[in-house]
Every structure is written in structure tokens, then in C-alpha cells.
């Protein structure tokens, strides 16, 4: 089992940066990736992003592409997403997750640890 958990969101003007962190734990051996998604009220659980751990492949939506950058540092079995240009639609709850798979899913129902979750509010 690997534990994850996600810190670094608060509250950011529209325009604003944050950086969100997710620290993994546990048995992250058979962790091939991991995966950034973000839920708003009322909302589905969006796909966001998500970076492979042996070539550092990132993958990005289509909403934030070019905007967020996913990091990775696997000394310390951490992934980072670096949010720029922040709007107010990025509002959410972001989680990050491990895929099933080798190739990371948007689907979140390929993941199968999850963090609690860091609430990002972005004011416009």
C-alpha cells in the first residue's frame, strides 16, 4: 500500500502561483507514475496531469497545458505541480493519485491510492 498526501494549496488571486506537493510513502516500489486531479463542487473529478517516475514523461490537460508543470524528485518520492497564471475555473480540491497502469489514465477509476486532497481557491 502506498499513502499519499498532497500540502501547498490556499488561497491565490487570479493571476497568482501556487505550488502543490505530493509526498508518497509506503510501498512505492510498484508505483510506475503519478497523476494530478482536481474536483469543484458539483463537478466530475477532472483529469489535470500526471508524470511518469522512470523518464519523467509528463501528460497534461488540455485546460492546463501550458499553465501547470508537473515535477517529480524521486530522492524524495515527491511530485509537484506548479500552477501558473492561475484563473478562477482552477478552484478545487486537487488530489494526487497512482495509476494502475504504466501509462497514466484520465480516467481517476485507474487509480488506486489517493490522497486526501489540498483545496485550492483562486480569486478573481
Known amino acids: 500500500q502506498v499513502q499519499l498526501v498532497e500540502s501547498g494549496g490556499g488561497l491565490v488571486q487570479a493571476g497568482g502561483s501556487l505550488r502543490l506537493s505530493c509526498a508518497a510513502s509506503?510501498?512505492?516500489?510498484?508505483?510506475?507514475?503519478l497523476g494530478w486531479f482536481r474536483q469543484a463542487p458539483g463537478k466530475e473529478r477532472e483529469f489535470v496531469g500526471a508524470?511518469?517516475?522512470?523518464?519523467?514523461?509528463?501528460y497534461y490537460a488540455d485546460s492546463v497545458r501550458g499553465r501547470f508543470t508537473i515535477s517529480s524528485d524521486n530522492a524524495k518520492n515527491t511530485v509537484y505541480l506548479q500552477m501558473n497564471s492561475l484563473k478562477p475555473e482552477d478552484t478545487a480540491v486537487y488530489f494526487c493519485?497512482?495509476?494502475?497502469?504504466?501509462?497514466?489514465?484520465?480516467?481517476?477509476?485507474?487509480?488506486?491510492?489517493w490522497g486526501p486532497g489540498t483545496q485550492v481557491t483562486v480569486s478573481s
Open positions: 508524470v511518469s517516475w522512470s523518464d519523467g514523461s509528463t
Open positions: 493519485a497512482r495509476p494502475r497502469t504504466v501509462v497514466p489514465s484520465i480516467n481517476p477509476v485507474e487509480y488506486d491510492s
Open positions: 509506503g510501498r512505492t516500489s510498484g508505483s510506475y507514475a
